[in-house]
């Protein structure tokens, strides 16, 4: 190990800890999209003009929403469908990132062995007509196997991330984040023990990334970790929230995570947790979860813009979520 990468590493973790504003008053949930207008919702971005991507799994399509107004229309269409989205609630479109004015999409489970045909599990390209496949995440996860083994030879890919011109992504189910170049080579980036690895965030050359923890997703296996590109060392920043599935930056350098709430034990895997218990958390100094906002029904991605949280659910709305942190200076000024 190098310790001085190691060093440089906690030193970016702490040094982002230190200047967190303190926090103001707790934020207010109001519905900008009303639920079961998105189909399918999962991942989501911000992306050209400011408006939000939504990935949408049931019908292989991306939407655009205005954060002002929340008007949804349609981006583009045509990627692959799981037919077990239907089933397990997971599968086809999962996450969007922009590199530039170009989009790309995350696709999981649309292959073989669990469907039939030939669609590729992994990152897609929208030219302005159509979306072209640059990177088999598939094909590279059954000849790469994890160890040890889990029973999807081919992952389950959850996040999608843009990192210094190529891509992270999220694999919740082979545990390690895949590191994908824009021409489509597929490397490992990092890989870990069973921790269920889901959301993804960057700043600079560090990764923060959220672990929903393995079943039964208990609150002190929640947590939001760090790490590098040149160091295999993984930094806790914080632990104790129940099947985190995002984590993202706020104003002021505040980082929170995103937790779809209560899991029911002896549920399968990859079942959502229960309705109602999700919660918006913020990351305090000392390493804990405080609450912004509870009561969220099935969330699983959230945006911050400007210094409101958007908030996409399983239920295919969106929650707007204001002023969910105090100015950069310490008092509150408004937005």
């Given at each position: 190990?190098?310790?001085?990468?190691?060093?440089?590493?906690?030193?970016?973790?702490?040094?982002?800890?230190?200047?967190w504003?303190?926090?103001?008053a707790?934020?207010?949930?109001?519905?900008?999209?009303?639920?079961?207008?998105?189909?399918?919702?999962?991942?989501?971005?911000?992306?050209?003009?400011?408006?939000?991507?939504?990935?949408?799994?049931?019908?292989?399509?991306?939407?655009?929403?205005?954060?002002?107004t929340?008007?949804?229309?349609?981006?583009?269409?045509?990627?692959?469908?799981?037919?077990?989205?239907?089933?397990?609630?997971?599968?086809?479109?999962?996450?969007?990132?922009?590199?530039?004015s170009?989009?790309y999409?995350?696709?999981?489970?649309?292959?073989?062995?669990?469907?039939?045909?030939?669609?590729?599990d992994?990152?897609?390209?929208?030219?302005?007509?159509?979306w072209?496949?640059?990177?088999?995440?598939g094909?590279?996860?059954?000849?790469?196997?994890?160890?040890?083994?889990?029973?999807?030879?081919?992952?389950?890919?959850?996040?999608?991330?843009?990192?210094?011109?190529?891509?992270?992504v999220?694999d919740?189910?082979?545990?390690?984040?895949?590191?994908?170049?824009?021409?489509?080579?597929?490397?490992e980036?990092?890989?870990?023990?069973?921790?269920?690895?889901?959301?993804?965030?960057?700043?600079?050359e560090?990764?923060?990334m959220?672990?929903?923890?393995?079943?039964?997703?208990?609150p002190?296996?929640?947590?939001?970790?760090?790490?590098?590109?040149?160091?295999?060392?993984?930094?806790?920043?914080?632990?104790?929230?129940?099947?985190?599935?995002?984590?993202?930056?706020?104003?002021?350098?505040?980082l929170?995570?995103?937790?779809?709430g209560?899991?029911?034990?002896?549920?399968?895997?990859?079942?959502?947790?229960?309705?109602?218990?999700?919660?918006?958390?913020?990351?305090?100094?000392?390493?804990?979860?405080?609450?912004?906002?509870?009561g969220?029904?099935?969330p699983?991605?959230?945006e911050?813009?400007?210094?409101?949280?958007?908030?996409?659910?399983?239920?295919g709305?969106?929650?707007?979520?204001?002023?969910?942190?105090?100015?950069?200076?310490?008092?509150?000024?408004?937005?």
């Open positions: 190990m190098n310790q001085a990468t190691a060093g440089r590493l906690k030193a970016v973790v702490v040094a982002a800890l230190l200047c504003a303190p926090f103001g707790q934020g207010d949930a109001v519905e900008l999209v009303q639920e079961g207008m998105l189909m399918g919702a999962y991942g989501s971005t911000v992306g050209p003009g400011g408006d939000l991507f939504v990935a949408e799994a049931a019908t292989g399509s991306i939407a655009r929403v205005n954060p002002r929340g008007e949804v229309t349609p981006y583009a269409d045509g990627l692959p469908v799981s037919p077990l989205f239907a089933v397990i609630g997971l599968g086809g479109v999962t996450d969007v990132a922009f590199i530039g170009t989009a999409a995350l696709v999981t489970l649309v292959g073989p062995p669990f469907v039939a045909g030939s669609a590729v992994g990152i897609y390209r929208y030219d302005g007509n159509g072209t496949p640059i990177a088999d995440l094909t590279f996860s059954l000849n790469n196997p994890p160890v040890p083994a889990f029973f999807v030879p081919t992952g389950v890919q959850f996040a999608l991330e843009a990192f210094q011109g190529r891509f992270l999220a919740g189910h082979h545990n390690r984040v895949l590191q994908v170049t824009l021409d489509g080579q597929v490397s980036f990092l890989a870990f023990g069973n921790i269920v690895p889901t959301g993804l965030a960057v700043t600079g560090t990764v923060y959220a672990e929903a923890g393995p079943v039964p997703h208990l002190v296996d929640g947590r939001i970790v760090a790490f590098g590109p040149r160091s295999p060392v993984v930094t806790e920043v914080a632990s104790g929230s129940p099947l985190l599935v995002d984590v993202e930056f706020g104003r002021g350098r505040t929170f995570g995103l937790s779809q209560e899991f029911v034990p002896g549920n399968p895997e990859g079942s959502p947790a229960l309705p109602d218990t999700g919660a918006l958390v913020r990351v305090e100094r000392d390493g804990t979860f405080a609450v912004v906002e509870d969220l029904n099935l699983v991605s959230m911050v813009i400007q210094n409101d949280a958007y908030v996409v659910t399983l239920t709305g969106i929650l707007r979520i204001d002023d969910i942190a105090a100015a950069p200076h310490g008092y509150a000024t408004g937005r």
